[in-house]
């Protein structure tokens, strides 16, 4: 079991930027892929971004390739989501989420542990 908390949502202008950090409870962390969703009102929650537990290798949406990037501090049992660029559409709650595997999906259901949430609001 692993407990996961969001921090660092906001509101910000088009084109800002923020960071997302999600701090584990556990030190073994590190042996947990971790991915981040989105979910926008009155839509269904989506992909953003995933890491592999060694931090190696990592998957993003076409919708925010280029401009987010995930990345994590074992040492610190943080991942983060570093988002730039913001545009409009990518105003939503955005979720962190774990698996103890090598290697997180895409799909929601491949997560069994998730945090509680940060909203994220970029206005023009």
């Known amino acids: 079991q692993v407990q996961l908390v969001e921090s660092g949502g906001g509101l910000v202008q088009a084109g800002g930027s923020l960071r997302l950090s999600c701090a584990a409870s556990?030190?073994?962390?590190?042996?947990?892929?971790v991915g981040w969703f989105r979910q926008a009102p009155g839509k269904e929650r989506e992909f953003v971004a995933s890491l592999r537990w060694s931090g190696s290798s990592t998957v993003y949406a076409d919708s925010v390739k280029g401009r987010f990037t995930i990345s994590r501090d074992n040492a610190k049992n943080t991942a983060y989501l570093q988002m730039n660029s913001l545009k409009l559409e990518d105003t939503a709650v955005y979720y962190c989420?774990?698996?103890?595997?090598?290697?997180?999906?895409?799909?929601?259901?491949?997560?069994?542990?998730w945090g509680q949430g940060t909203q994220v609001t970029v206005s023009s």
């Open positions: 556990r030190s073994t962390f590190s042996n947990y892929a």
């Open positions: 989420a774990a698996t103890p595997a090598n290697m997180g999906g895409k799909y929601p259901s491949q997560y069994p542990y």
